[in-house]
T-cell receptor
Framework: KQEVTQIPAALSVPEGENLVLNCSFT??????LQWFRQDPGKGLTSLLL?????REQTSGRLNASLDKSSGRSTLYIAASQPGDSATYLC???????????FGKGTMLLVSP | KAGVTQTPRYLIKTRGQQVTLSCSPI?????VSWYQQTPGQGLQFLFE???????NKGNFPGRFSGRQFSNSRSEMNVSTLELGDSALYLC?????????????FGPGTRLLVL
């Protein structure tokens, strides 16, 4: 059974810091890995999607990497801002379809 | 383009009752997935519908069911509610539900079972 783990569970940083969020998965036979953001009491917003054949994806201040063989992904956030405060979730797709297995998330707080 | 909408946004029910939640996908999207989010278990996959057919199902009891209509709108039903069914229920839509597609999530329906 695929398990997705995110470390740390919570992170508090001052504004302007660069930070790294980690995601690991037990079964390397994934089709893709996605990073989402969730604001309190809200739905999820897709940030980056990395196909299994790719090593990284970038969007603005966000960069996500994928190492399938070691079962790891990292989300790098450059020059963090208070508006980045949210819970960040990673999820993997194990089939050709869209079904996702999620980690429990990293709660990020960026202080002004 | 309108996003994924879910109704109602909040619900309070008592044990033993049943509940129906609705999800309208983004226009043109034919795949709808449902997830349950709780503090203890996190996000767990319930089921996915494509072209009015359930294509995938998660590990939930038969009290949880769903359906999809010809306009791709989907409903999920929970019968004989239990306290542990209190959760945020999220639906997500994509074009045809293939792994390379971005999933677009709705705001969720928060269900409280008393």
């Amino acid at each position: 059974k695929q398990e997705v783990t995110q470390i740390p569970a919570a992170l508090s940083v001052p504004e302007g810091e660069n930070l790294v969020l980690n995601c690991s998965f037990t079964d390397s036979a994934i089709y893709n890995l996605q990073w989402f953001r969730q604001d309190p009491g809200k739905g999820l917003t897709s940030l980056l999607l990395i196909q299994s054949s790719q090593r990284e994806q970038t969007s603005g201040r966000l960069n996500a990497s994928l190492d399938k063989s070691s079962g790891r992904s990292t989300l790098y956030i450059a020059a963090s801002q208070p508006g980045d405060s949210a819970t960040y979730l990673c999820a993997v797709s194990l089939s050709g379809y869209s079904t996702l297995t999620f980690g429990k998330g990293t709660m990020l707080l960026v202080s002004p | 383009k309108a996003g994924v909408t879910q109704t109602p946004r909040y619900l309070i029910k008592t044990r033993g009752q049943q509940v129906t939640l609705s999800c309208s996908p983004i226009s043109g999207h034919r795949s709808v997935s449902w997830y349950q989010q709780t503090p203890g278990q996190g996000l767990q996959f319930l089921f996915e519908y494509f072209s009015e057919t359930q294509r995938n199902k998660g590990n939930f009891p038969g009290r949880f069911s769903g359906r999809q209509f010809s306009n791709s709108r989907s409903e999920m039903n929970v019968s004989t509610l239990e306290l542990g069914d209190s959760a945020l229920y999220l639906c997500a839509s994509s074009l045809v539900g293939e792994h390379q597609e971005t999933q677009y999530f709705g705001p969720g329906t928060r269900l409280l079972v008393l």
